[in-house]
């Protein structure tokens, strides 16, 4: 009798092929959950610079380019207008205060010294024609005021003699009463000629105070003119070097037209052009310094020119001492311009990872230099070789600091030799 055989359920075949696939399920379940699903990318090592972090002392500068500018400029304006005729000063020449640098001509301002001469002529002579005539009418009423005192004194006589007879009864009273009116009346007159005399005195003297007021006002006023004349003459107003003229020979020159300029060389500044960016953290008396042929030579900022354009604002520094004797208007200079006080700290070597990533992460090298892995890191001042770094490294790490072009979305680099 036949038996009956049972197939098997788990052959070596199954078990095997079962086993794979729990593997695999597996090991892509533990990929899932585990696994590294960073973006990577290959680099290679040659095209990129890897620096290590380290603890030193960082210096708060910045490095500006300045150019040396005169310690003071002079501009030269004409204050009258008129035609070119003369220029005796050539640019670039040495002058002193006071030199002519050149002569104009304005014939409509020697017509109105001219008017205005004849205007003061007439008018003094006005003064001495009233001084005449008040001298005269003086010597007038003198001589009248001397003839009523003689009759008066000769009437007043006569009255008197007839009031001692009429009150005698030798004369009559028609004739008493004619030589007293007499009196009266010359009396009455000799008041009036005196009050007459004070009037016309006081009348003179207020004409006369007027136009000695207007005579003045007109010597003034020539002066004015005189000296308006004398600016025709343009000149230095300082010693220094006549930079340039502005000027030919001929030329018409309106009032106020700039003629040249002159560069006080008593000593000289450097201005420079600084990135916005340093604007709340420049002020006056910072220090700086630049090297020439071999020599450092001190500075200080005195000016800062606030405006800020192309993203760049302005300042004058000048020299603290003493100044290069072979310098040059116009010579340009890297200033080292300190803006704090220098302090120990975690620094960064400068690089180009700064433009793609604001100083808010960089790649760190593992230990085997095979991978750089992405980092959050904080980053403080900066000078023209190192950052500050805040949070994120420590010394002994080592960052790629080379620039991130296409790196913004990468994780991890993959270092290739």
């Excluded at 016309?200 to 136009?211: G, H, K, M, P, T």
């Excluded at 201005?271 to 910072?286: F, G, K, Q």
């Excluded at 290069?324 to 220098?342: A, D, M």
């Amino acid at each position: 009798m036949d038996k009956k055989i049972e197939k098997k359920k788990w052959t070596i075949k199954k078990i095997i092929w079962f086993s794979f696939i729990g593997i695999f399920a597996f090991l892509v379940l533990y990929n899932l959950i585990f696994g590294d699903r960073s973006s990577k990318l290959n680099v290679q090592k040659e095209r990129i610079t890897i620096e290590k972090v380290k603890k030193g002392i960082f210096q708060d500068y910045i490095s500006v380019t300045g150019t040396v500018l005169p310690i003071k400029t002079i501009y030269l304006d004409a204050i009258e207008g008129g035609r070119v005729e003369e220029i005796l000063i050539e640019s670039g020449t040495r002058v002193e205060e006071g030199n002519i640098i050149l002569r104009l001509s304005n014939t409509n301002l020697h017509l109105s010294i001219m008017n205005r001469e004849a205007g003061l002529a007439e008018q003094m002579n006005n003064l001495r024609n009233t001084h005449l005539s008040m001298e005269q009418t003086k010597l007038d009423l003198k001589k009248q005021l001397l003839e009523i005192n003689f009759l008066l004194t000769k009437y007043e006589r006569d009255y008197l003699n007839k009031k001692s007879l009429f009150e005698k009864d030798f004369i009559s009273e028609e004739d008493f009463l004619t030589s007293k009116e007499q009196f009266v009346y010359f009396s009455n007159k000799k008041d009036l000629l005196i009050e007459t005399q004070k009037q016309d005195s006081l009348f003179r003297n207020v004409q006369i105070e007027q136009l000695e007021e207007s005579v003045n006002r007109m010597q003034e006023n020539l002066q004015l003119v005189r000296m308006k004349l004398e600016n025709l003459n343009v000149r230095a107003s300082v010693s220094g070097q006549l930079a340039y003229v502005n000027a030919e020979v001929g030329e018409a020159i309106g009032q106020g037209q700039r003629l040249g300029q002159i560069n006080v060389l008593d000593s000289y500044k450097i201005r420079a052009d600084i990135d916005e960016h340093y604007i709340s953290r420049v002020t006056t008396e910072l220090l700086g310094e630049f090297e020439f042929s071999n020599t450092n030579y001190g500075l200080n900022v005195k000016k800062i020119f606030p405006e800020v354009n192309n993203g760049r604002f302005s300042i004058d520094l000048e020299f603290n001492e003493n100044f290069p004797e072979n310098i040059r208007i116009g010579q340009t200079f890297r200033v080292k311009l300190e803006l704090g006080e220098s302090k120990e700290c975690t620094l960064i070597p400068r690089g180009g990872f700064y433009q793609a990533t604001g100083g808010q992460w960089i790649f760190v090298v593992d230990r085997t230099e095979e991978t750089a892995v992405k980092k959050d890191i904080r980053l403080g001042r900066q000078n023209p070789k190192y950052y500050e770094v805040l949070e994120g490294l420590n010394p002994g790490d080592k960052v790629i600091i080379s620039n991130y072009d296409n790196y913004e979305r990468i994780d991890k680099l993959v270092l290739k030799d």
